[in-house]
C-alpha cells in the first residue's frame, strides 16, 4: 500500500521513466573552445548575419544566451557552419563585453529600450537644410543620447543647395562638435565623399536622422559595392528587398578604415533611459553656466542662474528653450 504525506519514505517515490531516453538536462554548458570570433552586420527576424574572416555567415543565436541578444556591431563567437554557403546556419553562443551601447526608446514615456548599434564610437547625425526642415530638438535628443553612451558626435548636414546652412551653425557651430557640410551635386559627383571620409577613417559610425535627410544617399557613396553586395546575401536568404529601411546595416569602408551603421529613419528619439542630470553634459555652451545655480537646481526655476548666463550672451536662448523641454519632458515621466 502507498503512503501518503508526512509517513512516506524513499520506497514510496514513484520513479518515472523518460520515454524518449534523452539524456537528463545539466547545467553544465559546453566551452566552445573552437568558436570564432565575428561581427554582427544585421539581424532579421531572428536571423543575424556576421563577418567571419571575409566570409558572410548567417547565424541564429543558441539556447544557452536566454534572453540576452546580439545586436549590430556586437563581437560575437560563432560555432558551426562556418563557410557561409547557401542554406547553412552557425550559432553563435557567446556575445563579447561591449565598449559603447547607443540606444533610444520610441517616446521619453516608454520605459523599453531599443539599442540601435554596440561598440560604436561616434554619431553622425544626419539633418537636411530643407526638405525637409532641420529639426533642432531632435538633433538635441541625439547628442543627449550620443554624449550619455560615449560617442562623439558629428553633424552632416546635406542640401546645402536647397538652403543655407548659417542659421544652424549659429546654434552649433561654435560648439567644437565637428560638421560637414554636403550638397546634391557633391554627392552625385562624389566631391562630399572625401569630406565625410575624412571624419570616419578608423572609426565604428553610426549614422542616425530623421526620414527623407539624404542619410542613406550619403551611406550609398560611401560604401556603394558593400552594400550592394551585403544587402544581394541578405535578400537571397531571407527574400526581403527592403532590407535597410528597418533595420541597422553595418558595412565597411574600402582599405579596412572603420565601418558606418546605416540606422532606419527615425521618428522620434525617446530619452527615458537618461538620467536627468546627466542631460546638462549634451549642452556644452550651457554647462559652465550652472556653477551659479542653487544646489539641486532643476534648471527651470527662478533662481537658475543660465537665465542670466543666456542674457550675457553665452548661448543662444533656444538651447536654454531645448534643455528645458527634454528636462520637463523627463520630469513628468518620473513622476508617472
Known sequence: MRR????????????????????????TRPKHEDAVEGMVLTVDRGRLTCLVDDRIVLAMKARELGRKAAVVGDRVDIVGDLTGNKDTLARIVRIGERTSVLRRTADDDDPYERVIVANADQLAIVTALA???????????????????????????????????????????????????TSREELESGEAVGRVREQLDDRITAFVGHSGVGKTTLVNSLVPEE????????NAVTGRGRHTTTSALALPLAGDAGWVVDTPGLRSFGLHHVDPSRVIHAFPDLEPGTEGCPRACSHDEPDCALDQWVADGHADPARLYSLRRMLATRERTEGD
Open 131 to 181: 526638405d525637409p526642415e532641420p529639426r533642432p530638438r531632435l538633433i538635441d535628443r541625439c547628442l543627449v543620447a550620443a554624449f550619455d553612451a560615449g560617442l562623439e558626435p558629428l553633424l552632416v548636414m546635406t542640401k546645402s543647395d536647397l538652403a543655407s546652412p548659417d542659421k544652424l551653425l549659429e546654434l552649433y557651430g561654435h560648439l567644437d562638435i565637428p560638421y560637414v557640410v
Open 227 to 234: 552594400r550592394r553586395r551585403l544587402t544581394g546575401h541578405v
Open 4 to 27: 501518503y504525506g508526512k509517513h512516506t519514505d524513499e520506497d514510496d517515490i514513484r520513479s518515472r521513466p523518460n520515454r524518449k531516453g534523452n539524456r537528463p538536462r545539466t547545467h
